[in-house]
């Protein structure tokens, strides 16, 4: 679990497809160099969080570390386009102690998105982005959270309609300091974490109309209103 506060940015030192080391176990890893500040207390094994992605730490040095990649989160991220020297976004998992400065980010990424538009507004930056995965858009909501390459940012527009499918943040100058994002073009992709909160009130409303059994949702909807109503008349009546 993390907070979508990025703590460090690190460069990619190494990007091999198979690494037969015992601490690539065969398949891809991902060699992260300068992260000293994200080190000082690391133990193998731990989560660590690679532009919005949950990595195990397979291998690390006081400055450098190494992650086994799968091939579902290169299937899903935006990971396996990084380059030596790309720059990263870092951040470790929650402790008991950690201040929650964010939201609550599992490190597992919905999908990626495409930044269709940069624009300055005063000190700012306004990014556009389109996801390809069109579906994650039901979770987005003006004013709600949404993680990018890993950091928690509040989404300022929405269009979900047929002809738009995007939605917009904004970075202060603060942000645009602190994380990879803020550097990238457009036409570039970005780590998307939607907020998972969403994702349980969805299931949870399905599951309360799928309860009753199958053809009967409107009376589960009809029965969930009349209750609704007759609380609010007893709150009246109470007064």
């Given at each position: 679990?993390?907070t979508?506060?990025?703590e460090?940015?690190?460069?990619?030192?190494?990007?091999?497809?198979?690494?037969?080391?015992?601490?690539g176990?065969?398949g891809?890893?991902?060699?992260?160099?300068e992260?000293d500040?994200?080190?000082?207390?690391?133990?193998?094994?731990?989560?660590i969080?690679?532009n919005?992605?949950?990595l195990?730490?397979t291998?690390?040095?006081?400055?450098t570390?190494?992650v086994?990649?799968s091939p579902?989160?290169?299937?899903?991220t935006n990971?396996?386009?990084?380059?030596?020297?790309?720059?990263?976004?870092?951040?470790r998992?929650?402790?008991a102690t950690?201040?929650?400065?964010?939201?609550f980010?599992?490190?597992?990424v919905?999908?990626?998105?495409?930044?269709?538009?940069?624009?300055?507004?005063g000190?700012a930056?306004?990014?556009?982005?389109?996801?390809?995965?069109?579906?994650?858009?039901?979770?987005v909501?003006e004013?709600?959270?949404v993680?990018l390459?890993?950091?928690s940012?509040?989404?300022?527009?929405?269009?979900d309609?047929?002809?738009g499918?995007w939605?917009?943040v904004m970075l202060i100058?603060?942000?645009?300091e602190?994380?990879?994002?803020?550097a990238k073009?457009?036409g570039d992709e970005?780590?998307?974490?939607v907020?998972?909160?969403g994702?349980?009130?969805?299931?949870s409303?399905?599951g309360?109309f799928?309860?009753?059994?199958?053809?009967?949702g409107e009376?589960?909807?009809?029965r969930?209103?009349?209750?609704?109503?007759?609380?609010h008349?007893?709150?009246?009546?109470?007064?």
């Open positions: 679990m993390f979508g506060i990025v460090a940015i690190g460069v990619v030192a190494a990007l091999e497809e198979k690494d037969d080391s015992a601490a176990g065969g891809t890893s991902l060699t992260i160099a992260a500040g994200v080190l000082e207390d690391a133990h193998l094994g731990d989560s969080s690679i919005g992605t949950c195990t730490i291998s690390f040095t006081p400055s570390f190494k086994g990649v579902e989160t290169l299937r899903r990971l396996g386009r990084l380059a030596v020297s790309s720059r990263v976004n870092l951040e998992a929650v402790s950690t201040r929650m400065g964010g939201h980010v599992q490190g597992h919905d999908t990626v998105a495409t930044i269709t538009r940069v624009a300055a507004d000190n930056r306004t990014l556009r982005l389109r996801p390809r995965d069109r579906d994650t858009l039901r979770y909501v004013k709600g959270y993680t390459d890993g950091a940012l509040t989404v300022t527009r929405v269009d309609t047929p002809d499918g939605w917009e100058a603060y942000t645009q602190r994380v990879v994002t803020a073009r457009e970005v780590n998307v974490e907020d998972m909160l994702k349980y009130v969805e299931k409303v399905a309360y799928e309860r009753d059994g199958a053809g009967e009376g589960a909807l009809e969930m209103v009349q209750r609704m109503v007759e609380r008349l007893e709150k009246i009546t109470a007064k």
